[in-house]
């Protein structure tokens, strides 16, 4: 059994910046890539960012790209986003996403709200 814990999450003005962490517990077997990905209220979840567990290559979004910043502890076995100059449009559940070998796993959500 695998758990994924997102935290961080919550009311941040526009512009502003705001950190999320996601924590992996359990029998964790080989993880190949975690990820980011949000959604927003009457949409369709969408990518965010994704990053390789061994090799630390990242890839982005174009809707945050230059904004957000993706990282991953291996000894922690934890995934963070890190993100500036916030919207708006960011506004979102964010869920956190491991791959491993055989089998994929959804955090349960943490709520980003973007506004005035």
């Known amino acids: 059994q695998v758990q994924l814990v997102e935290s961080g999450g919550g009311l941040v003005q526009p512009g502003g910046s705001l950190n999320l962490s996601c924590a992996a517990s359990?029998?964790?077997?080989?993880?190949?890539?975690m990820s980011w990905s949000r959604q927003a209220p009457g949409k369709d979840r969408e990518f965010v960012a994704a990053?390789?567990?061994?090799?630390?290559?990242?890839v982005y979004a174009a809707s945050v790209k230059g904004r957000f910043g993706i990282s991953r502890d291996n000894a922690k076995n934890t995934l963070f986003l890190y993100m500036s100059s916030l919207k708006p449009d960011d506004t979102a559940v964010y869920y956190c996403?491991?791959?491993?070998?055989?089998?994929?796993?959804w955090g349960q959500g943490t709520q980003v709200t973007v506004s005035s």
């Open positions: 359990g029998s964790i077997s080989r993880i190949n890539t």
């Open positions: 990053i390789t567990w061994s090799g630390g290559n990242t």
């Open positions: 996403r491991m791959g491993t070998v055989g089998a994929t796993y």
